[in-house]
């Protein structure tokens, strides 16, 4: 144990680090504790010089009073693990640790809150001690967890929740008897407690969307240029959340070039999309999961210029998240567990906050350069650099984006055809729901011919016979 102590006194202070002579500056210590449980967790070591010598302090009755006092005057209630570790005759090292990310932070030790920056501990400023508050009420009373007393059981698509039970079951996440009436399914799913469906469930499973719940909504948009001036194609849309992930994809999959070739001894092309559709999935999924509900006027917005694609989601980043995080290893932290948790389920998300890693990696091996994420005006803004102007076929020697040279006339795009080759999105592409033709109301689009499987249900693809007019906003 005290090889392992001295080799973590060596490392000297840091974010989760801090060394102290003796108790003699234990208020300095309580502060740094609090500093550690309102950031990532860490560790104050009584009896150690800066330097990082261990030199061990007498442990009295007395001393062990001390501290037991000295934890009661923080707010909440801090669970705070005390060990003390002998390193020569009548002499110890106390280790103070604390854990992070909890759903009690803000703490305040006499009042104040503190936090750690770097091997710094700093009182904490008051707007951010409010937001934390805020963030602390949200995770015990948020909106996905309330009672959607408004919604009666009519209201909720039963052909849908069945969809998502069946692809849950074939990835082996909801095991063991179902049920056959609405509540039952709806209760398995975690989104029906004690009788009372909750606003989870019309945020997955919903048929109607207004007066009450209007923040159920995609907006997508195809803009000429770099800037928002002039649309090219638009539409808003409301509906379920795994409704609204496909309907973006087909936007995508509508907008965006395909560069490809042919390659000798091969019938059919080998195609190349602008962005892979795992990571592009992988970001959607993420702004429909994390987004804050709890804004009515809020959404998830795709937007696709010439150089580059957005995707918006209405809400700041959660706690313990920092854009700059997001592209290192780091704590999966759900906004909306309820809502996350049918995802997984369904086989779309893992639990290990791996996610944007994982786009990175896939980016950066197409050749892309690795998202960008912000946070702008209290929104969640994800960029990736694109040229959707241009095919990337040059160094493929086809610079066509059409899929066999047949117009649509969809607003003067290139057809998307999908005849003759099997376009996956990772096996979740759907346009009819349970095996019944997708009537986007004014855009009709018929497949058939090749079968894609996705989580127990069907989607049927080829044959890329589309009809209709270009669908404006609505």
């Not at 010598?53 to 062990?64: A, F, P």
């Not at 800037?227 to 087909?250: I, S």
């Not at 996350?340 to 779309?348: D, I, T």
């Not at 033709?437 to 044959?463: E, I, L, S």
């Amino acid at each position: 144990m005290i090889p392992d102590l001295a080799r973590l006194a060596s490392r000297g202070e840091s974010v989760t680090l801090e060394l102290k002579r003796s108790t003699g500056e234990l208020r300095e210590a309580m502060h740094t504790l609090c500093a550690f449980a309102n950031g990532q967790g860490g560790q104050v070591l009584l009896g150690v010089k800066p330097g990082g010598e261990l030199i061990g302090q007498q442990v009295s009755e007395q001393t062990l009073h001390d501290i037991a006092t000295a934890r009661e005057r923080f707010e909440p209630p801090l669970d705070l693990h005390i060990q003390s570790v002998e390193i020569a005759s009548g002499r110890s090292v106390l280790v103070l640790t604390v854990g992070g990310i909890s759903d009690s932070v803000p703490y305040t030790f006499d009042g104040r809150a503190y936090e750690r920056v770097g091997n710094t501990t700093r009182k904490m400023a008051q707007e951010r001690y409010e937001l934390l508050l805020l963030e602390r009420a949200h995770s015990r009373r948020r909106w996905e967890n309330q009672e959607a007393d408004e919604v009666p059981l009519q209201e909720f698509d039963r052909q849908e929740v069945m969809r998502i039970v069946e692809a849950a079951r074939s990835a082996g996440r909801l095991v063991g008897p179902v049920g056959r009436g609405l509540p039952e399914l709806l209760d398995r799913l975690g989104v029906h407690h004690k009788g009372r469906l909750l606003r989870a469930a019309v945020v997955l499973f919903g048929k109607t969307f207004l007066p009450h719940h209007p923040q159920c909504e995609l907006r997508m948009a195809r803009f000429r240029g770099t800037d928002k001036t002039e649309f090219l194609d638009q539409r808003n849309v409301r509906g379920p959340a795994f409704r609204l992930l496909e309907e973006a994809e087909l936007f995508c999959q509508r907008h965006f070039p395909l560069a490809g070739r042919i390659e000798s001894g091969r019938l059919q092309r080998v195609d190349r999309p602008l962005i892979p559709p795992d990571a592009m999935r992988e970001l959607l999924v993420n702004a429909f999961i994390h987004r804050d509900y709890s804004i009515a006027g809020g959404a998830v917005s795709l937007a696709i210029f010439d150089d580059r694609v957005e995707i918006w989601s209405a809400g700041r980043y959660p706690i313990g998240i920092t854009p700059e995080s997001l592209t290192r290893p780091h704590l999966s932290v759900q906004r909306n567990p309820i809502i996350a948790e049918v995802f997984y389920r369904a086989g779309l998300i893992e639990k290990w906050g791996r996610g944007t890693n994982r786009v990175a990696e896939m980016c950066r091996a197409a050749g892309l350069s690795a998202p960008e994420f912000a946070e702008v005006t209290g929104a969640v803004v994800v960029t990736l650099r694109v040229n959707v102007g241009q095919t990337l076929a040059a160094d493929w020697g086809v610079l066509a984006p059409d899929r066999g040279g047949v117009a649509d006339g969809l607003g003067g795009f290139p057809r998307t055809d999908w005849g003759g080759f099997r376009t996956d999105w990772g096996g979740f592409p759907r346009t009819d729901w349970g095996g019944f033709r997708t009537d986007w109301g004014g855009f009709r689009t018929d497949w058939g011919g090749f079968r894609t499987d996705w989580g127990g249900f069907r989607a049927d693809w080829g044959g890329s016979e589309q009809q209709g007019n270009r669908r404006e906003g609505t």
